[in-house]
DNA sequence: GTTATCACG
DNA sequence: ACGTACGTGATAACT
């Protein structure tokens, strides 16, 4: 017979958690809740041994009984955020047990239970319900029984008809009529008051009910009692109804979708090791890792040279293998390839370099597109491979993405890394292996193969593992439609590489050495002594100990010399001005000429950065080696910088196109706020307009002051605002940043709204998303302390905003490089900076180029107002602004 | 290796 | 009362 066992989720977790010391494991997640409520479903799984199993939660703040009865769990105290974190926890468990659960809006985890044990029992079922909530016995009946937790986590008295009827001697649905005369302390439930447990009982064993006992208001025994139910009538009628568990809720799945058929311990394991549940571990007989090391550990790997390449022709005619190309530097630009292995699952190969690039059946299939490779790092693979002389395609996973679109907020995605969350270990990591530093040395024949070989291993192993988990997390699309083709995108457009002036660079940089040595004369003779003028204590100590300049901010480590200390120093001594000079003039040569150059192909004149993609919490990309994505922009002297970047050919100009506003052009469609849209579809100055809002005036009337203060407003919404974040950067006094903020929320009430919204949702859910479907975790958001939490609330609001932007960016360059080739136009991507694309193109294709570039940045989504793109075009750089 | 500072969106 | 604006990377100084 079927069997299903439904859940109660909060209820379990919640016992769990006051029943267990506050555990916690060595990162500092809360975990009791998370071991208890496992204790118990493992120990009902294993007792009633259910063919289908559901875990209900409550969903949010509010039901439909808030309607009825305002007080509504009114008295409850707040819900500890050490319990609410480990929510999602468990969440993810029952996901790797491969148990559904369930959640409803404006419903209680009671209704869900209720409506399916009903659907249940009509089909035949039996059903076990599991709760520490005496409400729910309302629901026994022959073919339903109850498990109701006692004192301990797993200990559980077993409720059918007849336990009932021996324990209450009631009947399953006078249970809402006990709870309509007795009430709910805890639920804020009134009942009649001074009627408890016993005296309901001996009540409802003569009348029934409550309304029983309401149409023999006279006959009751004792004057108090008659005078306090006749005074009480509307609220035990009111109690009864909120104690009614509804059973016929709207349900968009059925009894089929909850089947469950056994868990699988390698899939449970690596969670309730990163929960450190040892003794949990041991019980699913998994305390050695699963699939463990010994897969990896003892690997084989065949080791071919050019003789023997033809006995494998065989091998890469397969449908999917993993590729590893290790190579002996982490910028893959500069680096040598020194191996090649690929795996099926069974067998490993492996290569050298040589081997590898002599082998013809290997080089087509590199470039056959219809053989699936799985990679780690597909952009590195593919660029190594290129310069290397190989093409390649027919890349179909990446692990390196997949794990990112995964778990977007962990910094280590690395094999090793990943095997380490994925599987709790099984591969060495490479600083391991190779040693770092100074020991760093390079393996070589049998231990390089093993090494390799098990990388490739994990790989094949991780495949399947990770394209489950995105596609659960419904981030599947975003991996296959977005991250791959952005991928190759950026492979292309790093292949290609920015042609630098190197003399203009060169000459830049004398100019600015000649102004610093001024500075430093100037700044010296100021001080009346020679000092290292870099070195923040040595500046501290003479601005504040010799010149006795007012200390408004320390550091940890002593005096704070940062610009915004410094501008406000400014008019107390003419050193201060001079200082930040000279830091803006020595950031210039250090960071900027002294750095470029060393970056630029001796034989190309170019520089090839690297954008990773696997970086930001966001979305976004990263550059680095060098960062492209932040050459001086803001102040004239190191904007100058950007006449160095030029076209690679003769007679071509560089194009850049970058989107106006797309953040605010963002939120004003997420957030559906009238006033933001009609704004943007006026395609009014944006900052003016705040401005106006916010300052209560005429177009015309808006100062330079207003505009430059809204603008400041603007980027606080982006960001999440605080009063005082705002207040620091605009420096005024908190007061009346608040002001700022309470007015700008008046004009765009519908941003307030969205914003409530999306912190509500992420203390739900414990992540956000993007447009894309792109996910950020935010487990701080429960957080008792105040900063970490305010931290998460305003990443809560500010990731969906920024988070969409880089998703339409990208989905804009990977249309952009098909429009490109389809129409055989010269024109070449060359850079992303966050909101902004930078071509060069032959002079002739210009016009044609930005009309493309407009129709194709414009296009990638459809929001409720018009993205805009400006266009300009130059002979650097610099003058295409 | 960490800290302070500052360049960008 | 609390006390940070969101997202990055490079450099120099110092531990």
Request: glycine letters at 6%.
């Amino acid at each position: 017979m079927d069997k299903l066992v439904l859940i109660d989720g909060n209820s379990i977790a919640f016992r769990a958690f006051f029943a267990l010391p506050l555990l916690q494991n060595k990162k500092g997640t809360y975990t009791n809740a998370v071991y208890g409520f496992t204790m118990m479903l493992m120990k009902v799984l294993d007792e009633e041994k259910p063919s289908h199993v559901l875990v209900a939660f409550d969903a949010g703040k509010t039901t439909f009984r808030h309607r009825d009865y305002k007080e509504y769990k009114g008295k409850r105290d707040k819900t500890p955020g050490e319990f609410s974190e480990q929510i999602p926890l468990i969440k993810e468990l029952l996901d790797a047990f491969g148990i559904r659960h369930f959640e409803l809006d404006q419903y209680e985890a009671d209704d869900i239970i209720g409506t399916l044990s009903r659907q249940a029992e009509e089909k035949g079922f039996s059903v076990t319900i599991v709760t520490g909530d005496k409400d729910l016995l309302q629901l026994v009946s022959d073919n339903v029984q109850l498990l109701m937790t006692k004192k301990g986590v797993t200990d559980a008295d077993r409720y059918d008809l007849q336990k009932l009827k021996e324990k209450y001697g009631l009947k399953p649905e006078q249970i809402i009529d006990l709870k309509g005369l007795m009430g709910d302390p805890s639920d804020n439930i009134p009942g009649i008051p001074g009627v408890g447990e016993k005296t309901a009982l001996k009540l409802l064993k003569q009348f029934e009910t409550v309304e029983g006992v309401l149409e023999n208001t006279d006959n009751l025994p004792g004057k108090k009692l008659k005078e306090r139910v006749a005074a009480n009538r509307r609220d035990a009628i009111l109690s009864k109804e909120l104690a009614t568990i509804l059973c016929d809720v709207p349900l968009d799945f059925g009894l089929d979708d909850l089947k469950y058929e056994g868990f699988e311990a390698e899939r449970v394991a690596p969670l309730l090791k990163k929960l450190e549940f040892k003794s949990l571990l041991e019980r699913i007989g998994a305390d050695e890792s699963p699939h463990d090391t010994t897969g990896l550990e003892a690997i084989s790997v065949e080791m071919i040279g050019p003789e023997e390449t033809s006995q494998w022709e065989d091998f890469l005619r397969q449908e999917a293998l993993a590729l590893f190309v290790e190579r002996s530097d982490e910028n893959y630009h500069r680096a040598e390839v020194l191996a090649v292995t690929l795996s099926d699952g069974k067998q490993r190969l492996f290569m050298d370099w040589e081997t590898a690039k002599g082998w013809k059946a290997f080089r087509d299939w590199l470039q056959d597109g219809k053989r699936e490779k799985w990679c780690y790092d597909v952009k590195a693979t593919r660029v190594v491979l290129e310069r290397h002389g190989l093409e390649s395609k027919g890349y179909t996973f990446d692990v390196l993405l997949a794990s990112y679109l995964i778990h977007p907020s962990e910094s280590g995605h690395e094999l090793s890394d990943i095997m380490e969350r994925k599987r709790g270990g099984g591969l060495p990591e490479d600083d391991a292996v190779y040693g770092k530093g100074a020991k760093r040395r390079q393996l070589e024949g049998k231990e390089l193969a093993e090494h390799l070989a098990r990388k490739t291993e994990a790989i094949y192993q991780l495949k399947p593992e990770l394209e489950r988990e995105l596609e659960e997390n419904n981030l599947d699309s975003l991996f296959r439609d977005l991250e791959l083709p952005v991928a190759h995108v950026l492979a292309r457009m790093e292949m290609q590489g920015v042609k630098v002036d190197r003399d203009r660079l060169r000459e830049i940089g004398e100019e600015l050495e000649e102004r610093l040595q001024e500075l430093t004369e100037k700044i010296h003779g100021l001080a009346g002594t020679e000092f290292n003028i870099n070195s923040p204590k040595q500046l501290g100590e003479i601005l504040f100990d010799k010149l006795n300049l007012p200390v408004l901010k320390k550091t940890k480590t002593g005096y704070s010399t940062s610009a915004d200390v410094l501008e406000k120093l400014a008019p107390q001594h003419e050193i201060v001005g001079e200082i930040l000079h000279y830091r803006q003039v020595g950031k210039l040569i250090s960071t900027y000429v002294e750095g470029l150059l060393k970056e630029i192909d001796d034989s190309t004149g170019k520089i090839h950065t690297r954008f990773h993609q696997a970086i930001t919490a966001t979305g976004r990309l990263s550059s680095s080696d060098p960062n492209l994505q932040n050459i001086p922009v803001r102040l004239e002297e190191g904007r100058r910088l950007r006449q160095v970047f030029i076209p690679s050919e003769e007679d071509w100009l560089i194009l850049s196109a970058d989107y106006s506003q797309i953040e605010l052009r963002v939120l004003a469609h997420l957030s559906g706020d009238e006033n933001l849209l009609e704004a943007f579809r006026k395609d009014m100055d944006i900052h003016t307009k705040t401005a106006m809002d916010v300052f209560g005036v005429s177009e015309d009337e808006v100062t330079s002051l207003m505009r430059r203060q809204a603008k400041a407003v603007n980027f606080g919404i982006v960001y999440g605002i605080s009063d005082y974040g705002l207040s620091q950067n605009l420096n005024i006094p908190r007061k009346e940043a608040g002001e700022f903020i309470r007015r700008y929320f008046d004009s765009y009430p519908g941003v307030k709204t969205y914003m409530d919204e999306v912190v509500r949702k992420a203390k739900k859910d414990g992540y956000v998303t993007t447009m894309l479907h792109r996910r950020r975790y935010l487990p701080e958001i429960h957080s008792r302390n105040y900063n970490r939490r305010s931290f998460a609330e305003r990443t809560a609001m500010n990731t969906p905003i920024q988070g969409s932007a880089a998703d339409i960016i990208k989905k804009a360059m990977v249309q952009m490089e098909e429009r490109l080739e389809r129409e055989e136009m010269r024109a070449r991507l060359l850079l992303q900076v966050h909101d902004e694309l930078i071509f060069e193109t032959p002079k002739e294709e210009v016009e044609l180029l930005s009309k493309r570039v407009r129709q194709v940045m414009e296009g990638p989504v459809e929001l409720s107002v018009p993205l805009k793109v400006d266009v300009n075009t130059g002979k650097t750089w610099y003058e295409a602004k």
